[in-house]
């Protein structure tokens, strides 16, 4: 089990960045995949990103390719993620997950673990 806490979000004009983070407790969080989500409203959970758990694999989705970085610290446990070039269809509440043990993967109900939401909205 894997308890996961986010901050960063905030308010964001169009074209600016934020860095979000998430900060694990748990014996496990290095061994663990883990993933950036998004949630808008009215719209279903999207997958932005996920990293192995040593840190050396990144998965990035099409629409936030290029601008968006995630990146690890295992000695810290803590999970970021780095967004850049920020639009207004960015506007979400984020969320950081752990996938089951095992599994590197874009698919939501591998993460059984998430953390509460972070809100980031960008401004036009």
């Known amino acids: 089990q894997v308890q996961l806490v986010e901050s960063g979000g905030g308010l964001v004009q169009a074209g600016g960045s934020l860095r979000l983070a998430c900060a694990a407790a748990g014996r496990t969080f290095s061994r663990l995949a883990m993933g950036w989500f998004r949630q808008a409203p009215g719209k279903e959970r999207e997958f932005l990103a996920t990293?192995?758990?040593?840190?050396?694999?990144?998965d990035y989705a099409d629409s936030v390719k290029g601008r968006f970085t995630i990146s690890r610290d295992n000695a810290k446990n803590t999970v970021d993620l780095q967004m850049n070039s920020l639009k207004p269809e960015d506007t979400a509440v984020y969320y950081c997950?752990?996938?089951?043990?095992?599994?590197?993967?874009?698919?939501?109900?591998?993460?059984?673990?998430w953390g509460q939401g972070t809100q980031v909205t960008v401004s036009s």
């Open positions: 997950a752990a996938a089951a043990m095992g599994w590197f993967t874009r698919d939501s109900w591998r993460y059984n673990n």
């Open positions: 990293i192995n758990s040593n840190g050396d694999v990144t």
